[in-house]
């Protein structure tokens, strides 16, 4: 069983980036699929980011797109979401996920994180 621990989250001003990473052990990171959720406060969990167990595949929600990256390193068994031109509307707990089902979609993921507090003000 994978485990998940996210990091790299905090306090910045609208227009700015930040770098979340997610290190997995426990498990044999290249055989899982990826992912970056958030949870704003009252509001349902959604998929930001996914991206396939070879790196070769990735998604993005439409409120994602051209804004952010994700990427995975596999000698760090770290995936990592680079945010640019962030907004006062990304501010959530972000979660990293890992799961091994076919597809990049919400309910490939059965493993998550604790979750990093993002907050970009205005």
């Known amino acids: 069983q994978v485990q998940l621990v996210e990091s790299g989250g905090g306090l910045v001003q609208a227009g700015g980036s930040l770098r979340l990473s997610c290190v997995a052990s426990?498990?044999?990171?290249?055989?899982?699929?990826m992912g970056w959720f958030r949870q704003a406060p009252g509001k349902e969990r959604e998929l930001i980011a996914g991206?396939?167990?070879?790196?070769?595949?990735?998604n993005y929600a439409d409120s994602a797109k051209g804004r952010f990256t994700i990427s995975r390193d596999f000698a760090k068994n770290t995936v990592y979401l680079q945010m640019n031109s962030l907004k006062p509307e990304d501010t959530a707990v972000y979660y990293c996920a890992a799961g091994t089902a076919t597809g990049l979609g919400s309910s490939t993921y059965n493993y998550w994180g604790q979750g990093t507090q993002v907050t970009v003000s205005s």
């Open positions: 426990g498990g044999t990171f290249a055989l899982y699929n």
């Open positions: 991206i396939s167990w070879s790196g070769s595949t990735t």
